[in-house]
Structure formats: structure tokens, C-alpha cells
């Protein structure tokens, strides 16, 4: 059962009243974003993979049981073949959760889908799989005939800061990304913000060396579902970033399971 505790201000204004049901939707936005720290919705970027969940929040006002499921989303295939990525791992994660608000009880159960792709590249004399390419498909939340989902409102420096401290993988940490600039670019049609982070890390293919790593976020919404995408490979090869934005530029969604 997930213990609720107040929310930040701004998601309490940015969710606002519908009918009498501010409340209602207040406790639903923050069981949302507390599921997501004991449930990491941003993992790893890393070459055993990319771990993003995520938990839902109340469908209605009223009710036992709601599901939510988003649709997935995956770079083209003719752009993973020309940029050298493999995919490493396709999951649905579920996560099922017992909420009490206001006096009653109601089980909630979200799906997101997960698509990693990584690639090899040269460092050091070392072939390892430094290339990382993550999309995560979450689903929105449909709260008294409104559509909303709170993990929009954060910001890309926000998503990796809340959830850094449970990376794990490849790369043993992203926390501690200083902000490096920001890019424009068309992905479903849309001019969307490209975030650019740098952090030093280990990474475990070259027996826990420290590495600087450059990572990219972007998040849009898109078909009521939101997407979070998250590339990542050494700053020393610099030429990587053009695979992971055509990567970006290329997603497809929504496409079949």
C-alpha cells in the first residue's frame, strides 16, 4: 500500500479541480510520483539494459480495479540497421498497486513498454557496449473525463536527479548530470527539446574505470501515451550523438506488440 505524504505545490496546481474531485485527483498525482521512486521509472542505461517503470494513478473517481496500458514505441528499423544498434531487450512492465484514498481502497495496475538498443564501440583499445539507446512508452491518466500524466511535469534534469540513485548496470550511476544544452528537434511531427547532460561514471567493462558519460533526454506526449527517451555513450566519442538523435527523429508509435 503506498503511504501517502504531501506533493510539491506545482503538481497540486497543475492537476487543479474537476467537479469537486481536487482532492481525489491531488491524492493521484502524488501516488503516481511516490510509486515511481519505489518502483524506478528511469533506470539504467546500460548493456544489460534499460530499466523504466512506472505506476498509475485513478481512471475515475469511483471504482475497485483500473488498468492503464500504453502502446509501444520503437525507432525505425531501417535506422537501427544504418546506426549499427541491436535491440537488447522488449518488456511490458507491470506494476500493481493497492491505493487508499479518501476512506476507500482501489487497486491500480499500469503496463509501460520498454525498448533497448545498444550498440558496440571502440574505447581504449576496448570493444564494449558503450552505445545505449532506451524508449519507454507510459501510460496517461484519464481522471473524470481529463487526460493527464504527471511525469510530464517534470523536468528531463528533474527525471534524472529523482531517479539516478537506482541506476544500475553498465553504467554503476547517472547521478550528478550537470546540464549541457539543449537541441530542437522533429520527432512525430513535433519540435521537440533534446536535452544534453554530461556525468562521470564506472563502468564495468573496463573494470570499474571512471568514464565520462553524455546522455540525451526527450520526453513527448503522443496518441495519450508519454514518451521517455534516454541515449547515452562516452563523451570521448563525441560522433555517437547522430546515431542516437536519428534514433530519436526515427520513433514509431503507436505499432503493434
Do not use: W
Not at 2 to 21: F, H, K, N, Y
Not at 26 to 43: A, D, K
Not at 103 to 117: E, M
Request: aromatic share 6%; charged share 20%.
Amino acid at each position: 500500500m503506498a503511504e501517502v505524504q504531501p506533493v510539491d505545490a506545482r503538481s497540486r496546481r497543475e492537476t487543479g479541480s474537476i467537479g469537486g474531485l481536487s482532492e481525489e485527483i491531488y491524492i493521484t498525482t502524488f501516488v503516481y510520483l511516490n510509486n515511481m521512486n519505489r518502483r524506478t521509472l528511469l533506470g539504467t542505461v546500460a548493456a544489460g539494459g534499460v530499466m523504466l517503470g512506472t505506476a498509475g494513478c485513478l481512471d475515475i473517481a469511483f471504482g475497485d480495479e483500473v488498468e492503464f496500458t500504453a502502446n509501444p514505441a520503437v525507432p525505425g528499423s531501417a535506422t537501427v540497421s544504418e546506426t549499427g544498434f541491436e535491440l537488447a531487450s522488449s518488456e511490458n512492465l507491470q506494476v500493481k498497486e493497492t491505493v487508499e484514498a479518501a476512506g476507500q481502497s482501489r487497486t491500480i495496475i499500469a503496463n509501460s513498454q520498454v525498448r533497448v538498443y545498444q550498440r558496440s564501440v571502440t574505447l581504449d583499445g576496448s570493444e564494449l557496449k558503450g552505445a545505449l539507446f532506451a524508449v519507454a512508452s507510459l501510460p496517461a491518466v484519464t481522471v473524470a473525463g481529463r487526460t493527464f500524466n504527471p511525469i510530464s511535469q517534470l523536468s528531463h534534469e528533474e527525471l534524472l536527479t529523482r531517479f539516478g540513485a537506482e541506476l544500475s548496470g553498465q553504467y554503476e550511476s547517472l547521478q550528478n548530470a550537470e546540464f549541457q544544452g539543449e537541441s530542437q528537434e522533429t520527432i512525430f511531427g513535433q519540435e521537440t527539446t533534446v536535452s544534453e547532460f554530461l556525468t562521470t561514471t564506472t563502468l564495468q567493462e573496463l573494470q570499474g574505470r571512471e568514464v565520462d558519460i553524455t546522455l540525451y533526454v526527450a520526453t513527448i506526449e503522443h496518441e495519450d501515451d508519454l514518451i521517455v527517451t534516454v541515449g547515452a555513450h562516452p563523451a570521448r566519442l563525441p560522433e555517437e550523438r547522430a546515431n542516437i538523435i536519428d534514433l530519436k527523429r526515427s520513433l514509431e508509435h503507436p505499432i503493434e506488440s
